[in-house]
C-alpha cells in the first residue's frame, strides 16, 4: 500500500507545529516576542540565573542558537547576562524587570493556545496523548544515541 504524505502521522504533527507556530507568533507579537523567545522566557521563570549551555539542552537547541536568541533579547531588554560567581567563564542569563511584568502575559498566550489545541478532548484523552507523544520523543531520542 503506497501512503500519501499526508497519511504520515510525521506530516500530521508537521502541520499542528505550523499551525501551534503561527498563533503563537500573533499572541507574542502583541508583547513584543517572537516565537521562540518565550520558550527562553518560561525556563528563565522557572529557574532564574541559567547558564547559556542550561538553556540550550533544556530548549533542545544548539549553544549558537541560544547564543543568538539571548543576544537578541539583551538588545530588547528582555535578558542580561551576568559572569557566573563562582566561574567567570561561565556567564548566566537573568530577567529584567521588563521580562518579569510580562511572566503572566506569556503564560496566558500558551495556556490559551493548549486550551485550544485540546478543545473537544477529555481529560482522559488529553493524558493519553501527551503520554503518547512522549513516547514518540523517546522513541526518536534513543535514535541519536550512539
Given amino acids: 500500500?503506497?501512503?500519501?504524505?499526508?497519511?504520515?502521522?510525521?506530516?500530521?504533527?508537521?502541520?499542528?507545529?505550523?499551525?501551534?507556530?503561527?498563533?503563537?507568533?500573533?499572541?507574542?507579537?502583541?508583547?513584543?516576542?517572537?516565537t521562540g523567545q518565550e520558550m527562553l522566557l518560561l525556563q528563565l521563570y522557572a529557574e532564574d540565573g541559567l547558564t547559556q549551555s542550561q538553556l540550550a539542552e533544556r530548549g533542545c537547541v544548539e549553544p549558537p542558537t541560544i547564543?543568538?536568541?539571548?543576544?537578541?533579547?539583551?538588545?530588547?531588554?528582555?535578558?542580561?547576562r551576568r559572569p557566573d560567581p563562582n566561574d567567570a567563564r561561565v556567564s548566566r542569563v537573568y530577567l529584567t524587570e521588563d521580562s518579569k511584568a510580562l511572566e503572566k502575559s506569556v503564560v496566558g498566550v500558551w495556556s490559551r493556545l493548549e486550551e485550544r489545541l485540546l478543545e473537544g478532548f477529555?481529560?482522559?484523552?488529553?493524558?493519553?496523548?501527551?503520554?503518547?507523544?512522549?513516547?514518540?520523543?523517546?522513541?526518536?531520542?534513543?535514535?541519536?544515541?550512539?
Fill in 67 to 80: 547564543t543568538k536568541k539571548v543576544d537578541r533579547m539583551e538588545s530588547s531588554g528582555f535578558v542580561t
Fill in 122 to 146: 477529555t481529560e482522559t484523552e488529553r493524558v493519553l496523548l501527551r503520554r503518547l507523544l512522549m513516547q514518540m520523543l523517546e522513541n526518536l531520542k534513543s535514535e541519536q544515541k550512539p
Fill in 1 to 34: 500500500m503506497n501512503m500519501q504524505i499526508e497519511d504520515y502521522i510525521g506530516y500530521l504533527l508537521v502541520q499542528i507545529c505550523k499551525a501551534h507556530h503561527d498563533l503563537a507568533e500573533v499572541g507574542l507579537s502583541e508583547l513584543g516576542l517572537h
